[in-house]
């Protein structure tokens, strides 16, 4: 199956780094129109998922937050134990670190942590001062003035649909709290997700939104989990993942399955 979102150059870095995986650790793999997803075997979970864009890599990937590895301590709070996690391969030069972050990746693909030992390799200072670069932690980019075009939304509506929920979100019935220096106490808050984007089509309807937390809000919009268009039950690309195959927890109003359509063929990964 084609990869639809890639072009000749990352399809060539996707290529090289599969070559490196294949090779040295013997990891399987399958494409899907978005993706190139590891396994260890058939039936094992997940180790990493790949999303070759035009001029970039999305390496998704579930790391152990309680690993002793200097990579991975160093940036806890953004590497977790289940999707998603994410490295940006910017240059080919960036494969060499890809490669050891999904070997450390399969290290938590199995709830036992009892993986083969042969294939793990802790990741020297160098590699550690690497991946800084690479996401720009130390070296922020520059800055320039860009003209934007904005989406007029009804936020009424969305105000509305929060209310209706109680803010909570309706994938994990969750909600956040946050200080609101205006008014100097703490406030509820939760976001609504547009299901066919605004951007892309979609409308601002009800029909067209869900009300979410910002964790699962964040995993809509990478495509990591959707909600089935004929069974309504949830589906995540981790197939660990606690809330894969549930109902929505709350579901109080109507969402028009063509939405759900769009968002499960065009974004979700399969």
Same mark, same amino acid.
């Given at each position: 199956?084609?990869?639809i979102?890639? !072009? ?10 599969t070559?490196?995986? +294949?090779? +040295?650790?013997?990891?399987? $793999?399958?494409? !899907?129109?978005h ?31 309680n690993?002793?590895? &200097?990579?991975?301590e160093?940036?806890?709070? $953004? ?29 938590? !693909? #199995? ?11 802790k ?6 001062d ?31 649909l929060? #209310? ?10 969750e ?6 220096s205006?008014?100097n106490?703490m406030?509820?808050?939760? +976001? ?9 089509g979609?409308?601002?309807?009800t ?8 964790n ?21 690309i981790d197939?660990d ?9 709350? &579901?109080?109003?109507?969402?028009? &399955? &063509? ?12």
């Open positions: 199956m084609a990869l979102d890639a !072009s000749d150059q990352t399809l060539e870095w996707l290529e090289e780094l070559s490196n995986i +294949e090779g +040295e650790y013997g990891f399987q $793999y399958y494409d !899907s129109k993706w190139r997803v590891f396994k260890e075997t058939e039936e094992s979970p997940n180790i990493s998922m790949l999303n070759p864009q035009i001029n970039q890599i999305r390496v998704m990937l579930k790391l152990n937050p690993s002793n590895n &200097k990579l991975i160093s940036y806890r709070g $953004y590497f977790y134990d289940r999707f998603p996690s994410v490295f940006i391969i910017k240059e080919k030069k960036d494969i060499k670190l890809a490669v050891k972050l999904i070997v450390e990746s399969s290290q938590y !693909s #199995e709830k036992s942590f009892q993986k083969k030992n042969n294939i793990y390799r990741s020297n200072d160098q590699d550690f690497y991946l800084k670069t690479a996401n720009d932690i130390e070296n922020p980019p520059n800055y320039v003035i860009t003209l934007t075009t904005r989406i007029i939304r009804d936020y009424k509506l969305a105000r509305d929060k #209310e209706k929920y109680e803010y909570c979100c309706q994938i994990c019935n909600t956040f709290y946050v200080w609101n205006n008014i106490e406030e509820q808050y939760i +976001e609504v997700h547009h299901i066919w984007p605004l951007g892309k979609g409308f601002d309807t029909n067209n939104m869900l009300v979410l937390c910002p699962h809000h964040a995993e809509f919009d990478l495509g990591t989990i959707a909600l089935n268009p004929d069974t309504l039950l949830i589906e995540h197939e993942n606690s809330y894969n195959g549930k109902k929505l927890r709350n &579901k109080k109003h109507k969402i028009d &399955k &063509k939405n759900l359509d769009f968002h499960y063929e065009k974004t979700y990964y399969e």
